[in-house]
């Protein structure tokens, strides 16, 4: 489970403009069925389609959001359509 979780799900249902990735690098107990380990490793092995025209949104600890918003583009991404939150 995550924040908003049904939420995004739902949009992701609803809008195939939107496409929703959840990494998680806890949670083994086997109940998770996001993608497993860090989010940073598993980007640059994604086959990103159009990531020029892409709107990135990163959420979540200080560090990962650092390391990912530094990551995008040079997978691509331009940092005018990376938007962040931390907590």
Known sequence: NYLYGKELEATAAENPNFKLHTTSS???D???MG???FVQDLLRKHPFQEQEKTLAYICGIPQMV???KELLPSLGFKKEHIKTEQW
């Open 66 to 68: 650092k390391e990912v």
């Open 35 to 37: 993608n497993k380990g």
């Open 26 to 28: 806890e949670g083994e």
């Open 30 to 32: 086997g109940t998770w």
